[in-house]
Nanobody
Framework: QVQLVESGGGLVQAGGSLRLSCAASGRTFTDYAMGWFRQAPGKEREFVGTINWNGGNTAFADSVKGRFTISRDNARNTVFLQMNSLKPEDTAVYYC???????????????WGQGTQVTVSS
């Protein structure tokens, strides 16, 4: 089992920045690709971005490309989502996810975190 605990959510004005963190435990962190997903009220959960096991490759949804970045610190078993130029439509619960793969976690992760709320005011 892998346990994922997100932190860093909150309320921010449009144009502002937030950094989310996700601390992983339970298994070898470098065996897993990590990703971020989000779910807004009344909408389905959607892919935001992902990073491979060594941090060498990332991918993002078109809606956040150029504004969000993902990084990981394998020594601390932690993955980060840096969100810049935030928009009201970025308001959602953000979930950390892990998948046992050397690729990416684009969908169907093996593990989910509990989520952290991000609210962007206009």
């Amino acid at each position: 089992q892998v346990q994922l605990v997100e932190s860093g959510g909150g309320l921010v004005q449009a144009g502002g920045s937030l950094r989310l963190s996700c601390a992983a435990s339970g298994r070898t962190f470098t065996d897993y690709a990590m990703g971020w997903f989000r779910q807004a009220p009344g909408k389905e959960r959607e892919f935001v971005g992902t990073i491979n096991w060594n941090g060498g490759n990332t991918a993002f949804a078109d809606s956040v490309k150029g504004r969000f970045t993902i990084s990981r610190d394998n020594a601390r078993n932690t993955v980060f989502l840096q969100m810049n130029s935030l928009k009201p439509e970025d308001t959602a619960v953000y979930y950390c996810a892990a998948k046992y793969t050397r690729g990416w976690v684009l969908h169907s992760p093996d593990y989910w975190g509990q989520g952290t709320q991000v609210t962007v005011s206009s």
